[in-house]
T-cell receptor, first 117, second 116 residues
Framework: GAGVSQSPSNKVTEKGKDVELRCDPI?????LYWYRQSLGQGLEFLIY????????KSGLPSDRFSAERTGGSVSTLTIQRTQQEDSAVYLC???????????????FGPGTRLLVL | AQTVTQSQPEMSVQEAETVTLSCTYD???????LFWYKQPPSRQMILVIR????KQQNATENRFSVNFQKAAKSFSLKISDSQLGDTAMYFC?????????????WGAGTKLIIKP
């Protein structure tokens, strides 16, 4: 397909376990974003990649969260030692280079719903 | 810091009616971008419409239009001739013109229900 894909679509894990969430951006999109959507709330920005680099990781909520991107394409968001408050929908988006004007539209994947028991 | 406020948690209208969703934001920036996204039950976030702050003309996309009031920091979405498929969560979002992360800052959303 031509859209952003994410896997798994749903993940149930036990508190304390590590999880990996995957995002496949639209082909040709150099920018990739991770957001977290908690129940009944708007989206919270986590991290942005331009190519394989993340200029600023301060949006990650704790040092249990990490993300990487390889080959300028697939990205993985890893949560170590999961806690119940990590339960949320994790959304990935991609876009063409936002450093060019006007701001490029971010296209979203369907998200991964994470439930930590 | 920028904030986005959507004061209507939920709205419900009859099919074919016109509905307006409110959004206000707070920023000291002069140049920025505003967006309305739609999230149906499938969870897929879909761009509805966007507005550049330096453009005075309100953006329109078919049945969707915005009322952008820069001085009032207001960015409302009007949906004309509403359809059952418009039922979704609607999120207003803001992006600074210059930002190291190009992040979208989001409102809490408005749940819109179109009744047959």
């Amino acid at each position: 397909g031509a859209g952003v894909s994410q896997s798994p679509s749903n993940k149930v894990t036990e508190k304390g376990k590590d999880v990996e969430l995957r995002c496949d951006p639209i082909s040709g999109h150099t920018a990739l974003y991770w957001y977290r959507q908690s129940l009944g709330q708007g989206l919270e920005f986590l991290i942005y990649f331009q190519g394989n680099s993340a200029p600023d990781k301060s949006g990650l909520p704790s040092d249990r969260f990490s993300a990487e991107r390889t080959g300028g394409s697939v990205s993985t968001l890893t949560i170590q030692r999961t806690q119940q408050e990590d339960s949320a929908v994790y959304l990935c988006a991609s876009s063409l280079d936002p450093r060019t004007a006007p701001r490029e539209t971010q296209y979203f994947g369907p998200g991964t719903r994470l439930l930590v028991l | 810091a920028q904030t986005v406020t959507q004061s209507q948690p939920e709205m419900s209208v009859q099919e074919a009616e016109t509905v307006t969703l409110s959004c206000t934001y707070d920023t000291s920036e002069n140049n920025y971008y505003l967006f309305w996204y739609k999230q149906p039950p499938s969870r897929q976030m879909i761009l509805v419409i966007r507005q550049e702050a330096y453009k005075q003309q309100n953006a329109t996309e078919n049945r969707f239009s915005v009322n952008f009031q820069k001085a009032a920091k207001s960015f409302s979405l009007k949906i004309s001739d509403s359809q059952l498929g418009d039922t979704a969560m609607y999120f207003c979002a803001f992006m600074k013109h210059v930002d190291s992360n190009y992040q979208l800052i989001w409102g809490a959303g408005t749940k819109l229900i179109i009744k047959p």
